[in-house]
Every structure is written in C-alpha cells, then in structure tokens.
C-alpha cells in the first residue's frame, strides 16, 4: 500500500509539472465538442438513487438520444455517505454499488458521472473532497466515471473567510487545480466540470486551470425569464470558449413543463449557438414525442456540435429582437433570430452583415426545410418568445 501511495503522489507532481501545451491538448481530446448528456439535479433535485439513473441510461437509449449524440449520464449531488478510517468515500444507502452502476451505464453505450465540491461539504451538506482530492480522484478513476461536476458551494465559508477578495479568489483557483491534478494523475480520461457560477470571470481563467467546461451564471430554472437572462446574457464571451473548453450556461429545461414548445425551442437554439454544453435535465423516462423531437433535432445539435468549436454571439439587437449567429467549420453560418417580446413580430436580417454579399441559401433547422434563395435582406415573422434558426451559406 505504501509502494501503492508512492507511485500515485510521483504521478501527480509529474502532472504537475507537465508543459500547457500538452494539458491543452489532452483537454481538447476529452471535450472536443461541448459535452452532451443528462443530469439528475434540474428534475429530480436529491430524489434520485440507482434505479432512477438506471431507468434514465435505458430512456435514452429507447429514446434515440444516445443515437443523437447524448452520452453522459450524471449523478449531482446527495450521492455521497461517509467516510472510512482511511478517509476513502463511500456511497450511501441510495447507490449500494457505484462500480456496477458505472458498469451498467458503460453497457449502454454512455458514459457516467458524478458530483463532488472542493469544500468539506457539497451544497446539499453531503461529504465534500477537501483535503481528500487526490483520494477522490482515484476512487472515482476506480469506479469508472468520466466527468466530474466539481461545485464550489461547499468553500464558500472558507472563502469568506478568507483576508481578502485576492486570498479568496486564490484559494478557489487553488482549489479547482488540485483536483485538476488528481484527475489526470489517474491515467483515466474524466472531463472537469467547473461548477462555480461565473465568479471572477472565469471565463478568463478556467481552461488555465483544466476546465473542459464553466459555469458562466447562476443556477438556471424552468421558466422562460430565468433562462432568457442566463442565454442572452452570454453575449461577449464568445472568445474564451474553444474546442477543450466551453462556457456553459447551465443544463436544459427541455421537457420539464414550466416554459412553452416555442419558448424551448428558443431556448435549444441560443445554448447551439452558444456551443454551450447540451445536459438534458428532464425525466427521460416520461418524455413526450414533442420533447424527444426537440431535443433530439440532429440539425440543431449539429450546430452545437460543430467541429471548429467556435462559439457564436450577438449580432445585432432592436428592441426585442436579437439576431445572433455562429460560423461554421464548412463556411456556412448558423443565423437566430429571436423574438424576446411575448407577442409576435416582424423581424429583419441584412446578411451582408453577417459577411454575405448577395443572395444566400437558407435551411430552416427547425421545420428542416430549404427555404431556397434569400435576398441579402430578409424579413420573417417570429412568434412571441420564439425564433428562426437558419443554416445560411452563399
């Protein structure tokens, strides 16, 4: 055991030590494109347990979601039970098995993942990894897990704790590396979701400290006014994401009740522009035929699963009507045109502005319909809280 804990410690100073360049690469062959999934927390919050992940890995594959591209299943928070004399963490009474839950899942053709906190506990007051991060990670290496959802909820105390907002900001990013470090010291590839709610800007700082995805925002809710001000208001950060590291708005309401068929498509359509992270947050298992259709529309998902990696933005916006758009590795461009008034209107795009100097073709990914050739301006009528999204190239 001692030769055991030997070995791990010289593999996570190595780790350590290793050039950007070769960390950068490793993360963009991990997360290439934004990870695409489903998470446990947005319908079931801490009612969940094996039979319940059981029964959503089965759902999406009966679904044709994993066919789609969805590939992560992931357990967040309250998994979590105590820990043993040699401080290894143990599941508690809602998951008896958490190898031969990975197990299951892998069977399926999907990956799985998990949730822990830098603090001593997570946000629901479940075990947290401080202290026991390089122990963590080889237990979730050991398991089979592929992505860890890493919530900075549990160090808030000690952050405020901290003598200064610099000592505190250092402890966060001080934190978020030395899991970083004990994740690739296991050998087992795992994406690093950082789950901090955009404080300090992190998108400026989160792939320096191996983050294949960050939360940009607070915590997303199913009603179209919450997610109307995570989605439009990544507007300018378009620049920090790239294949390996992706801002992430939060997961999908998609499916959940609380907003309307076009406001679910609006809000499909803004996280593909945004190359954001596609975590469905619904029970799979009860879906409706409308919900499967939009979540498993394979042109919108090709959007935001483009292989550039580039990130769309805002283009233009009068009064209600934002115009946002995103290039594309074949030269084309993804064009939403969005309508945030709860009535409809008119809404027009000059493409010339978006880079197109006479008549486009045009593809409309949600009826997946050619509209043909569009002149260089362009008016269609939007529905309240609804949007047009095209594929246009010239």
Not at 19 to 44: C, E, K, V, Y
Not at 321 to 347: C, M, Q, T, Y
Not at 359 to 376: E, F, M, S
Request: hydrophobic share 40%; glycine share 10%; proline share 4%.
């Amino acid at each position: 055991m001692k030769s055991f804990s030997r070995i791990s410690s010289l593999l996570f100073v190595a780790l350590c030590i290793l050039p950007a360049s070769f960390l950068q690469a490793q993360a963009a062959d991990i997360a290439a494109t934004p990870p695409m999934g489903w998470n446990s927390w947005n319908h079931f919050h801490n009612k969940v347990d094996d039979a319940t992940i059981r029964a959503q890995a089965e759902a999406m594959v009966s679904s044709g979601m994993r066919d789609a591209g969805y590939t992560y299943i992931n357990i967040d928070d309250t998994w979590e039970g105590e820990r043993d004399s040699s401080g290894v963490i143990h599941t508690n009474d809602k998951f008896p098995d958490m190898k031969a839950l990975a197990d299951f899942v892998h069977s399926k053709g999907l990956k799985i993942g998990i949730y822990s906190s830098p603090g001593p506990k997570t946000c629901a007051k479940y075990e947290g990894s401080y202290g026991h991060e390089l122990q963590d990670a080889q237990t979730y290496a050991a398991w089979g897990i592929d992505y860890l959802k890493y919530d900075l909820c549990g160090m808030r105390d000690q952050m405020k704790a901290a003598g200064s907002p610099e000592e505190a900001h250092k402890m966060m990013v001080d934190a978020y590396i030395k899991m970083r470090d004990a994740l690739r010291s296991t050998g087992r590839p795992i994406v690093y979701s950082l789950c901090q709610y955009g404080n300090d800007a992190v998108w400026e700082w989160g792939a320096s400290v191996g983050g294949n995805l960050w939360r940009t925002t607070g915590d997303i809710n199913d009603h179209y006014a919450r997610m109307e001000e995570i989605g439009f208001g990544q507007a300018g950060l378009a620049r920090f994401a790239a294949p390996g590291h992706w801002n992430d708005p939060d997961m999908l309401e998609v499916g959940n009740g609380g907003m309307s068929s076009d406001e679910y498509r609006m809000h499909m359509s803004l996280w593909a522009i945004l190359a954001a992270p596609l975590l469905a947050g619904n029970d799979l298992s009860t879906m409706t035929p409308e919900t499967v259709g939009l979540l498993t529309n394979k042109e919108v998902i090709a959007i935001d699963q483009d292989r550039a990696g580039r990130q769309g933005d805002r283009v233009s916006a009068v009064g209600p009507i934002e115009i946002w758009a995103r290039s594309l590795a074949d030269g084309s461009k993804a064009v939403g045109i969005f309508n945030r008034h709860p009535g409809p209107l008119s809404a027009t795009v000059d493409f010339k502005q978006l880079g197109f100097n006479r008549t486009v073709k045009a593809r409309d990914l949600w009826l997946q319909k050619d509209l043909g050739k569009l002149d260089p301006t362009y008016t269609a009528k939007i529905p309240g809280h609804g949007v047009l999204l095209l594929r246009v190239s010239q």
